[in-house]
């Protein structure tokens, strides 16, 4: 028997929640139908949402928060004084083993925050990673970190590869996942100490993980890798450079599509 998933969701985390939450729930019900939901918010703003989605009200169990963690509260200070919060009630329910997993598209320095202290890291890892799935040439490829940390030595950097593997096989379901470090240039002398000396850790490494090396910024979409390791700093800068690239790309193709009859015609 597979044990049904429960998620503990955050409702009132992100620029239009709680209505995008609860649109969220109802996608994530259609494409797995038997998830189960603890929803945590202002329940007078959730009540008349629900009541508009009877699949998803009957997948959930609403429970009250009065407090909201704003997107430009301060993580330090959000730890503090968001102890009643949806966020934090959230992350609770994962820490006492009501849920499975959190769902929150709120404050995300305030969520890496709570998280690591509610949930903690896992033995061998000292800090958690943002990792987000890109497309390529290939299917996809997970990245990481994408923000979380800034500046990173190379163990935090073997970690994060460490955790992508494990994500590349469990999640996206390949075998033996390839790991590459995202570097200026793909000689071995080529990056700073840090992306150098965990290159070096992961070629030697008793675990069994197949390691690339290093990758440029362009084996991004050509997918040369599945799981690619960076600082929060390079990463998140990588991700913007990727989604204004998209957006560049579909606004000129919508504007050459729209310009003349014949572009209407073979759209």
Do not use: W
Not at 12 to 37: C, H, N, T
Not at 39 to 66: M, S, W, Y
Not at 77 to 104: K, P, T
Not at 145 to 161: H, P, R, S, Y
């Amino acid at each position: 028997m597979t044990k049904t998933v429960t998620l503990s969701i955050d409702a009132m985390g992100g620029d239009s929640a709680p209505d995008m939450v609860v649109e969220g729930m109802a996608l994530a019900l259609k494409e797995i139908p038997d998830i189960r939901f603890l929803l945590f918010g202002q329940t007078e703003k959730l009540i008349p949402l629900l009541e508009k989605n009877p699949k998803v009200a009957d997948a959930c169990e609403l429970r009250h928060a009065d407090d909201v963690v704003s997107n430009d509260e301060k993580p330090g200070i959000a730890l503090r004084s968001g102890r009643q919060s949806s966020m934090r009630l959230a992350i609770n329910a994962v820490g006492s083993g009501e849920a499975d997993g959190v769902v929150s598209a709120g404050n995300t320095g305030a969520l890496m925050a709570m998280a690591k202290f509610v949930l903690k890291t896992l033995p061998g890892i000292d800090r958690p990673a943002i990792a987000s799935l890109l497309p390529t040439m290939r299917g996809e490829c997970v990245m990481l970190d994408m923000g979380a940390n800034i500046q990173c030595d190379a163990e935090n950097l073997v970690q994060f590869a460490v955790m992508g593997e494990v994500f590349a096989r469990h999640v996206l379901h390949i075998p033996k996942p390839s790991i590459g470090i995202l570097n200026v240039g793909t000689e071995v002398l080529k990056g700073n100490d840090s992306v150098k000396q965990a290159a070096a850790i992961l070629s030697q490494t008793h675990l069994p993980i197949d390691f690339y090396g290093f990758v440029e910024g362009d084996a991004i979409g050509q997918g040369t890798v599945d799981v690619i390791v960076t600082d929060g700093f390079t990463g998140n800068v990588a991700l913007k450079t990727v989604e204004g690239t998209a957006k560049l790309f579909a606004g000129a193709l919508r504007q050459e599509l729209v310009s003349s009859i014949f572009g209407r015609i073979g759209a």
